[in-house]
């Protein structure tokens, strides 16, 4: 999903690939036009003919790359999750404070995705919000890596960043508060309720089982003003002030507006497309969705606020 939108973008020079293979480099190389290939990560992170790097391996890489990236003075970009636990997230969030370099961006690209936005646009809602989000996830095979929890962190906390990134950029804030419990044996079948601090109420309905030909994805928000339906991203319905707003398109979850913003703020130095607050607040809501349901009782998201106060103080670009 994102060399083929990459190799395309006339402003970005695909200068190295690292893989765990000297095949499968060569094969990027090929097939996407990298100047050059590696089977040592270091070789990109140390080039000084690189501004930015993409990160895209397994999710328990993630965090020890981004360091490395940001310690390397780059661009980064890296794919969900940011972190699987939160001790990797606090060392992140350590770095940043002692590099100054806070160019970071995570692959959340549902907010990107054209009809989503439009429907933002033609939603104005005055007052707290009910958001209600059904993902119906489905089930895997047994032998994939997204089911190694004890490696690679749990499967919610590798993809449910994305949902709940869409309810913060939706309502313009992180939660203060999250709830959740299983629904049933699956420790990745969760049902969470997540407060924020204007009133507004969003809950995520995060499903492995079910019929696999329901549609992945349903957002429904409710105001006091009117009322907003997204199908899948293959349309979306808006009511309001008597009036019925209704639009289909054909499948974009955002990728290619994504990572066109991502590169146009590192050739311009201009603030990430979205911001380290945000990315910070989405990823440790995340985290404490499986933790809430793991311990039975709610999480306060607002703890120890003053103690990880980075993104407050790096929100400057260098």
């Not at 969900?80 to 692959?107: C, F, H, Y």
């Not at 059904?134 to 047994?142: F, H, M, N, T």
């Not at 793991?294 to 106060?309: K, N, R, S, V």
Request: overall charge negative; aromatic content about 6%; proline content about 4%.
């Amino acid at each position: 999903m994102l060399l083929p939108q990459l190799a395309s973008n006339q402003r970005v020079d695909l200068v190295e690939v690292a893989t765990n293979t000297g095949l499968s480099g060569a094969t990027a190389v090929r097939k996407f036009g990298f100047a050059r290939a590696s089977t040592d990560a270091a070789s990109v992170l140390g080039a000084d003919d690189i501004d930015a790097v993409l990160i895209a391996t397994r999710h328990a890489s993630h965090t020890d790359l981004a360091t490395q990236a940001l310690r390397a003075d780059k661009a980064v970009f890296v794919e969900k999750p940011l972190a699987i636990d939160t001790d990797s997230l606090d060392r992140l969030e350590q770095v940043i404070r002692e590099t100054g370099n806070n160019r970071l961006m995570v692959g959340f690209n549902r907010r990107f995705s054209p009809l989503l936005q439009g429907m933002r646009a033609a939603f104005a809602p005055a007052g707290p919000q009910t958001l209600q989000y059904r993902v119906i996830a489905g089930p895997l095979e047994k032998s994939s890596w997204y089911l190694q929890a004890e490696s690679e962190g749990s499967r919610f906390v590798g993809e449910g960043g994305h949902f709940i990134d869409v309810l913060c950029w939706w309502l313009g804030a992180g939660p203060v508060r999250v709830s959740a419990s299983m629904a049933g044996k699956d420790v990745d079948n969760l049902i969470a309720t997540f407060d924020f601090s204007d009133g507004s109420v969003a809950s995520l309905s995060y499903l492995t089982g079910g019929d696999p030909r329901v549609p992945k994805e349903a957002l429904e928000i409710s105001a006091s003003t009117g009322f907003a339906a997204f199908d899948n991203f293959s349309g979306f319905e808006v009511w309001h002030a008597g009036q019925r707003t209704a639009k289909t398109a054909r499948l974009d979850k955002g990728q290619r507006p994504m990572l066109d913003a991502f590169v146009a703020a590192v050739a311009s130095g201009a603030a990430m497309p979205i911001a380290l607050d945000s990315l910070l607040a989405t990823t440790r809501a995340t985290l404490a969705v499986q933790e809430s349901a793991a311990a039975g009782m709610p999480i306060d998201l607002t703890a120890g606020a003053a103690e990880q106060g980075v993104a407050r103080a790096s929100t400057a670009l260098r």
